[in-house]
């Protein structure tokens, strides 16, 4: 496959436009390929993490690890418009320390790194509904930091934002159904009376579809949902309903979110790691707001009942199991969040934490910088135990990318990197490894190596919190 995406030219002579997919994979993403290849000339380029096929001439697969912005720039270059669908519910790694927030964060900002590079006219990008009151889960404030830095990058951006999207391999929608199958009594507790709106992925994709390279949807935020609102125990009762299944809910007073998040787990099979996360949205009220509801002369709404009907119907012949995505391969990852001082940039970070590391970790660790390494050692030197090397070509002012390259906590075929960066307008710090292969015995790693780790990056980020709080110089200025 090649890597650069090369325009096709229709028979009149015109350059059709190039549609760059992050996510294309996913349920959202492949009907809008459908929709671009049924009712447009637009080539697509569909990013995605295996080696895919495809028997259309507009439409190339391309194998890309979102965590490697280099890999994002190849998929999106010679594109228009790029379309933002990712969102990082799954492990990436063997071993993930992260939450979903800090993952979500650093693969919007190489996103949005790549297309500023390749000067992308507009991204698309697919959120949630954020409630008018009340203070956001973790979830929805992680939905608006990625739309946060979209707009940083591309102005131009278009940002759709929806509640459940019902879809016959949608886990939310499975959560629902299996729940209606498997409880002949329900008790529901006072969450389920709050309103929602639900919409049909084909719905959703007709509103990307329509939003396309289209200036007066530039720079704007939109709801997308279903012509009418209806409360989560209406829909259960409507599920029940179009399964043809007879149903009691036994209605509570009371919200016991805890209590839903384990039983809702339990009873529908789902994941905690999915579950948890979108039941702890379910304390706000998430409707659509009537002055951003989605407007265009291609697009109309259909009612909740008839968009869970048909996604009921095409989900009757549809198997669906709960992925649990693993990582075969022993690989670390991990993104730690610190406060960024306003008189430093990510440069001046990694700087300060080569100068910290050897005093915080006083006597055991030295570090010792020479051209473009520097090497971490144990007992005066005389073991070695890893050494990083500065990547000048890939680094900015911005973000700073130290590639691993030995030492006896890496394996001989280790290909990790470590890096620091700047995100959300300089409010904060990344300080991510990535694709880490530990050379010690695996469980011995974990309750060892990977734990000095997790405490180390919290000194560092104490130690950044106190110089943005004017209680301590920097190191390299002391």
């Not at 073991?383 to 680094?395: A, C, D, G, M, N």
Request: charged residues 25%; hydrophobic residues 40%.
């Amino acid at each position: 496959m090649s890597q650069a995406f090369v325009k096709l030219k229709i028979n009149d002579g015109r350059i059709m436009k190039t549609i760059a997919i992050a996510g294309a994979s996913g349920f959202v993403g492949k009907q809008i390929i459908k929709l671009l290849l049924e009712r447009t000339d637009y080539n697509i380029r569909a990013l995605s993490r295996s080696d895919k096929d495809s028997d259309n001439e507009r439409l190339q697969w391309f194998k890309a690890d979102l965590f490697s912005v280099l890999d994002i720039e190849k998929g999106v270059q010679g594109a228009d418009v790029a379309i933002y669908l990712v969102h990082s519910m799954q492990p990436s790694a063997h071993l993930d320390q992260a939450n979903f927030a800090n993952y979500d964060l650093i693969l919007a900002d190489n996103f949005g790194r790549a297309c500023a590079k390749n000067n992308i006219k507009q991204s698309l990008y697919l959120g949630g509904l954020i409630p008018k009151r009340g203070n956001l889960s973790l979830h929805l404030a992680s939905r608006l930091e990625v739309e946060e830095v979209l707009f940083e990058y591309m102005p131009n951006s278009t940002v759709f934002r929806a509640a459940m999207v019902l879809v016959k391999e949608g886990s939310s929608f499975h959560i629902l159904l299996n729940l209606v199958k498997r409880l002949p009594v329900m008790i529901c507790p006072r969450w389920t009376k709050r309103p929602t709106s639900p919409i049909h992925v084909d719905k959703v994709a007709q509103a990307f579809c329509a939003a396309i390279d289209v200036p007066k949807y530039y720079g704007k935020v939109y709801d997308l949902c279903s012509s009418n609102q209806i409360s989560y125990l209406e829909l259960l009762q409507n599920a029940a309903k179009f399964l043809g299944l007879e149903r009691r809910f036994i209605k509570l007073d009371v919200n016991f979110i805890r209590l839903s998040k384990l039983w809702v787990s339990t009873i529908s099979g789902a994941p905690k790691r999915l579950v948890y996360p979108l039941v702890n949205s379910l304390k706000n009220e998430m409707t659509p707001a009537p002055d951003k509801i989605f407007q265009s002369p291609d697009f109309e709404y259909e009612t909740v009942e008839q968009a869970l009907k048909k996604a009921i119907s095409e989900s009757s012949q549809h198997r669906y199991k709960f992925k649990t995505r693993t990582v075969e391969r022993k690989t670390v990852r991990s993104v730690q969040r610190c406060m960024l001082p306003s008189t430093m940039n990510a440069k001046d970070v990694a700087q300060e934490y080569l100068a910290w590391l050897p005093i915080a970790l006083r006597p055991f660790i030295y570090v010792t910088v020479n051209d473009h390494f520097a090497h971490f050692s144990l007992f005066m030197r005389k073991v070695r135990l890893l050494s990083i090397k500065w990547s000048p070509e890939r680094s900015e002012d911005t973000r700073q990318i130290f590639y691993i390259k030995g030492g006896l906590l890496a394996a001989p075929q280790d290909r990790g990197r470590l890096e620091f960066r700047e995100v959300l307008n300089k409010r904060y710090m990344l300080a991510a490894i990535h694709d880490f292969y530990p050379s010690l015995p695996w469980y011995f790693y974990i309750f060892s190596q990977a734990l000095v780790h997790i405490i180390v990056m919290k000194l560092f980020g104490r130690h950044l919190r106190l110089i943005s709080e004017g209680k301590r110089q920097w190191l390299q200025k002391s």
